[in-house]
DNA sequence: TTGAAAGCGTTACCAA
DNA sequence: TTGGTAACGCTTTCAA
């Protein structure tokens, strides 16, 4: 069924049922109503195609996902979020997949020249990341989860990832560590840097040294969490305390821990980030582990209302927005051992 | 730029130029080369709203997702799959975020009539699934990425959850044991049925009970893992030997074999299902942890193959896949101790 | 092998 | 407040 034959079987113009579901103010409300109410009962939906080529938006945001690395869980979390703001307004999500780098771009570009989407969402965001250039160049609407420029004259919401690291390792040096390690991302990826910086800042004011053997750039995995671990340990003066850049990493450390016949919370201080999910929980871990939280759902969530905002035309190509980090203490946190 | 604008700055026809770019076979080879170079050169894409209105294809195939629950990290892993697949042909997933099973449904309408996806790809079948017989109904082709009937005139991929979990139960039950636990997915979902038809028909055959207390259904996570094994181990008969749904499960039966100062390998055997992830390896655990293996990324690539084939137009309304499950025994399986 | 032109189903402009 | 109708940019039929 379409507009033409919709319209008709109620006795309407195409004009007046177009304009009552799309929420046009000159519609009698009346109208409007018993208009809704049909198209309710005859399942009319207006095809996205035809709408799209008349208003020449898509009604999605993309997203573009390398294969490889930045695929994790963490995506979930954030679609789930993203998604769920973004139903409301009957905007979908767009997911298209590349190989590397190169492929992104091309897909941009694709996306744009086709009108496939009508902004997208760019994700972990790196040191002189080509991206937000060539979306400008474009003229693709588009907003970045994850630290960008101040003045880059785009829009982007970030946690606060160095005020959570100086806090995190703040709080360690407070309590007697000196030597701390730091399990962190990828080089080159602004978050990463950004804990980086705050973990120096903290060290720095207390005048002590961050050796770079201290600090180890990778993904996320148990996995190199594990082998960072027991390279901090095979040090002639191991890290009393350590900083680990997700819970998974975190896994990985606490195995280590254990196969040096270590205990957490007694002989070696932990503090994990955590993205919150439902799947694996700080506080069930034995011990309970130490956190610097914020929850990758509700950025999701966030950046929704403010891409609804986009696409209804507010200009938000300034809105900035860090979000603080909870430090949240429990039991792999505690002084270090007497020498 | 359009399609006018494009053919005429190059001095060709649109139609000829359409023809080109979608490779249909009359357009002289050379002409072909030749205007598909210039789209690349001038970054000339078809508007995908234009084409779709015209062809009645979207271009897109769909996932609707439940917020909650079904939005775990398999997802992830499944949707890299199959956009790696589908990409080389330019389709393009699209996620829809609903609350709850109704909104699914209304969901799968709203795609339907608006034409907005040329498939969608059903997740996690439940017993007395309503959503096949309601796609069928729209007339929106689909496939299923678990158990379908076998008369249900609809494609599905799964795994043989059932023979897998057989094998598993009847290997504890080879090397002696006699009491085994199954932490299992919700009640009600197919995979989860599966599992404890395979896992009850190994010890039926042994003549052996299965209890019910030594089954327990849930979400996948570390919590519910750990709950449920300490439920186990206080009762007046433990179970030898337990299997997990998902390597988050056994991270909590891990956890909760440790508190009880018991060792896994030598106390305890524990096999579990890996759908397989960089982020977390049955190899990196202590002690390894033999499970049965099944990557939920190469589903998603094989569903994406079969996607492609639908949309090309071939009849794969009988297309049924039922993949083996590896078993891979590492040191997490031994024999029970003695009593 | 190429080209002209008729749809595809909306939206939005203009008129009433 | 409602309605007629010209785009929107592509694909595909028919003709050459």
């Known amino acids: 069924m379409n507009l033409k034959e919709f319209a008709k079987s109620i006795g309407m113009s195409q004009t007046t049922v177009s304009r009552a579901l799309s929420g046009y103010p000159e519609v009698k409300l009346e109208t409007r109503e018993r208009i809704l109410r049909l198209a309710q009962e005859l399942g009319y939906h207006p095809n996205r195609s035809a709408a799209g080529l008349a208003t020449g938006r898509a009604g999605a945001v993309g997203i573009v996902m390398r294969e490889g690395l930045g695929f994790d869980p963490n995506t979930t979390e954030f679609m789930a979020g993203l998604g769920s703001r973004l139903e409301t307004r009957q905007i979908d999500i767009l997911i298209t997949v590349v190989e590397d780098r190169q492929a992104e771009l091309a897909a941009y570009r694709r996306l744009a020249a086709s009108k496939r989407v009508d902004a997208v969402i760019l994700h972990t965001p790196t040191l002189d990341d080509e991206r937000m250039q060539f979306l400008k160049e474009l003229n693709m609407p588009f907003i970045v989860h994850g630290r960008g420029d101040e003045d880059g004259g785009y829009p982007w919401l970030d946690i606060d990832n160095l005020g959570a690291m100086y806090r995190a390792t703040g709080y360690l040096l407070d309590i007697g560590h000196k030597r701390i390690g730091l399990i962190n991302g990828a080089k080159g990826d602004v978050f990463a ?21 201290l600090v180890v750039n990778g993904l996320f ?4 969490g594990y082998r960072a671990m027991q390279d901090f340990l095979a040090l002639p003066e191991p890290p009393t305390a350590v900083l680990a850049g997700s819970m998974m990493s975190a896994l990985g450390v606490m195995r280590a821990v254990r196969s040096a016949g270590l205990q957490l919370g007694r002989d070696l201080s932990l503090i994990a980030h955590d993205d919150v999910f439902n799947y694996i929980n700080a506080d069930n871990m034995v011990p309970t582990v130490s956190t610097t939280r914020s929850s990758m759902r509700e950025a999701g969530v966030r950046i929704g209302d403010i891409i609804l905002q986009m696409l209804a035309g507010r200009d938000v190509t300034n809105h900035h927005e860090i979000w603080p980090v909870e430090l949240v203490l429990r039991e792999s946190t505690c002084p270090p051992p007497a020498a």
Chains 1, 2 share one sequence.
Not at 221 to 224: K, M, S
């Open 193 to 213: 840097e950004h804990r980086e910086q705050g973990y120096r800042r903290a060290m720095k004011e207390r005048g002590l040294q961050a050796p770079d053997m």
């Open 221 to 224: 995995t148990d996995d190199i």
